[in-house]
């Protein structure tokens, strides 16, 4: 049964990152019964011999996952859910999705035709602008872009 649950978790998390945080546990409560305070997370790593992060990794991976939909207070009425309380500073808008293809489209295109797309639509130049900054021709500037264009439609169809 506990192999089972070990292993069919919604989360895979490796053995050795689950021992850790299960000494680091032993570890804390060793600690507050002797010295009567929390150990801080510098003093857990130094005791295993790893990074603070490891140690900080360790202990996320071993949380039980929660819904973005659970609810965190209901008065009866209306509920407020862990999703309400999620603030996204990076992705403010509502085409980070979209973004996220274009960004992954563009690693694909080479340094001159990233340049070019990228003054064109990300930084709203015109093609004479982008043409005189990096000092080709317009006719130029418009040959690589449509290239780009091409190329981008190509990897996405």
Request: overall charge neutral; glycine content about 2%.
């Amino acid at each position: 049964m506990k192999r089972y649950l070990r292993d069919n978790n919604s989360i895979r998390v490796s053995r050795s990152v689950r021992d850790l945080a299960y000494k680091a546990i032993q570890f804390k409560e060793r600690y507050v019964k002797e010295k009567g305070k929390e150990p801080t997370v510098d003093e857990i790593a130094k005791e295993f011999d790893v990074t603070r992060e490891d140690i900080a990794f360790s202990f996320d991976a071993i949380q039980d996952p929660i819904s973005l939909q659970e609810p965190i207070y209901n008065d009866g009425n209306e509920s407020i859910f862990i999703l309400d309380q999620v603030k996204d500073t990076k992705n403010t808008d509502e085409l980070w999705a979209e973004k996220i293809t274009i960004a992954g489209a563009l690693t694909k295109l080479n340094d001159r035709e990233k340049l070019i797309i990228q003054k064109r639509f990300f930084d709203s130049k015109t093609q004479m602008e982008v043409a005189e900054e990096i000092g080709i021709s317009q006719a130029q500037v418009s040959r690589l872009e449509k290239n780009a264009i091409k190329n981008i439609k190509r990897l996405y169809k």
